[in-house]
């Protein structure tokens, strides 16, 4: 049984952090990338950051220099940093997982920030 276990979402002031996890289980085969995207209300998904087996990171324009992906390969599992957050980071949070050898993706839960005062 396929899990993306979504943690560490919540309530933050603007200018505070979060720090979110996504470990994956169940999963037969390599993981590349790993990733994070998000969800506001009345948009569309949208990539916030990507990272590889080999630790190369991609990030959208809107949280380059706030936020920070990093990855434990051994245990598949996927950490994002969020520094420095403003109002319109507040979303649904979605860790993906794309599996190598079939090049299917999959999906957490989801988890919810909120970034308000």
């Known amino acids: 049984q396929v899990q993306l276990v979504e943690s560490g979402g919540g309530l933050v002031q603007p200018g505070g952090s979060l720090r979110l996890s996504c470990a994956a289980s169940?999963?037969?085969?390599?993981?590349?990338?790993m990733g994070w995207y998000r969800q506001a209300p009345g948009k569309q998904r949208e990539l916030v950051a990507t990272i590889t087996t080999g630790g190369r990171t991609n990030y959208a324009d809107s949280v380059k220099g706030r936020f920070t992906i990093s990855r434990d390969n051994a245990k598949n599992t996927v950490y994002l940093q969020m520094n420095s957050l403003k109002p319109e980071d507040t979303a649904v949070y979605y860790c993906n997982a794309k599996v190598v050898f079939n090049q299917y993706n999959y999906w957490g839960q989801g988890t919810q920030v909120t970034v308000s005062s």
């Open positions: 169940g999963i037969t085969g390599s993981i590349n990338p």
